[in-house]
């Protein structure tokens, strides 16, 4: 499918880099491409980046049926612009269209609509340290209608945002709280795909962290309240007598990228590691017998995150003395070594962009 390319005739001032925050800036083109019963996915385009015109009844606006990702393209000096296992972001966007009903998009198209949206976007790439090109592919339900089935007609966009930390952390240690009163996911729900409902369900506990003042949630599992199962918006490991844990994929949990990459590194190394079912109490025994020594979330907005402190009812769990582990530090260099073009990518998760 040839993807039609309109370029606009006001191009925006790039941010400072050295003020990006996240989420914030877009740049000034997207990809759009629509879904129709009888044409499939067709009308492929790079267009200037403009807001969308939806009837009020448009099903998405009511039913969620909608669905994202979030990956990034790094400056990688010499070496041009860089994605990191992008593949694997839209393979788990189709899998997410199939548990929401949506229709499935082939990979390579979407790969070459993005490495076109990079080509004409390549300036807005940042270069300073720590900054990358976020990149949000998303699909929505544009039915206008009012009733519970899924859509016959989508819309499939990319747009682009220049970012730099997700945590106003930066990377250092994050406080963390352990929620029982709410849960994210359960079993036989939407919990391992990015729909954008999930992240709606989670604002309240995050809301209530906040004001308690903690930057992120720990879900424990919607059934028992027991297992550990992730951490805001990331997955979680835990390094109990030099076992590297993260829980295990039960359908509830988010498949990241980021954490399947810590598991191949640390495979790789030839560290002990196990996707396992971890109790918060099997957390708060290791914390108690000085066995627990580091935790950290892993995701692509922050890569790793270190966790300097977890509160779960009356008890504090300080770790690591609120500094950044070495195992936490250890992946965050070699994964972001690798996405920035700083180490061989020996693992074949590279793509060049453009
Ligand atoms: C709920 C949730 N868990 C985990 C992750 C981490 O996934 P990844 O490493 O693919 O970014 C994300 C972010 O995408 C997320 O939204």
């Not at 969308?52 to 979030?70: C, K, N, R, S």
């Not at 076109?116 to 039915?143: C, F, H, N």
């Not at 906040?210 to 027991?226: I, P």
Request: with cysteine; net charge negative.
């Amino acid at each position: 499918m040839e993807i039609t390319i309109r370029t606009t005739d006001h191009p925006k001032p790039k941010p400072d880099e050295s003020k990006l925050g996240f989420g914030t800036h877009f740049t000034d083109h997207m990809f759009n491409m629509d879904y129709t019963s009888d044409l499939g996915w067709h009308n492929p385009r790079i267009e200037p980046y403009a807001p969308f015109v939806l009837d009020p009844a448009t099903m998405v606006l009511h039913y969620g049926q909608g669905i994202f990702e979030g990956m990034k393209a790094y400056h990688a000096g010499q070496d041009g612009i860089q994605l990191f296992r992008p593949r694997d972001n839209f393979n788990r966007l189709n899998y997410s269209a199939r548990k929401l009903c949506m229709p499935e998009i082939d990979v390579d198209l979407a790969l070459k609509a993005l490495k076109a949206l990079l080509g004409v976007e390549k300036q807005w790439v940042p270069k300073a340290a720590g900054t990358s090109l976020y990149i949000r592919p998303t699909m929505i339900a544009t039915d206008p209608f009012l009733g519970v089935r899924a859509s016959y007609t989508y819309r499939f966009f990319i747009i682009l945002s220049p970012v730099g930390a997700y945590y106003a952390e930066g990377f250092n240690p994050i406080k963390i709280l352990v929620t029982r009163e709410h849960v994210r996911a359960v079993r036989g729900g939407v919990g391992d795909t990015k729909t954008m409902g999930n992240y709606a369900a989670s604002l309240l506990a995050g809301k209530k962290a906040a004001e308690a003042g903690y930057t992120q949630v720990l879900w424990l599992d919607g059934v028992e309240q027991k297992y550990v199962e992730e951490v805001g918006s990331m997955n979680i490991f835990f390094v109990i007598n030099n076992e590297l844990i993260t829980p295990e994929l039960s359908g509830s949990i988010l498949p990241g990228i980021t954490r399947n990459s810590v598991l191949q590194l640390a495979r790789q190394w030839g560290m002990t590691v196990s996707e396992r079912k971890l109790t918060i109490d099997e957390v708060l025994e290791a914390h108690q017998t000085g066995m627990l020594t580091e935790v950290f979330g892993s995701g692509t907005a922050a890569v790793i995150s270190p966790v300097g402190e977890l509160k779960y009812e009356n008890h504090v769990l300080s770790i690591g003395d609120g500094k950044v582990g070495p195992m936490a530090q250890k992946f965050f260099d070699a994964i972001t070594d690798i996405q920035y073009g700083r180490a061989e990518d020996a693992l074949g998760w590279i793509e060049p962009a453009v």
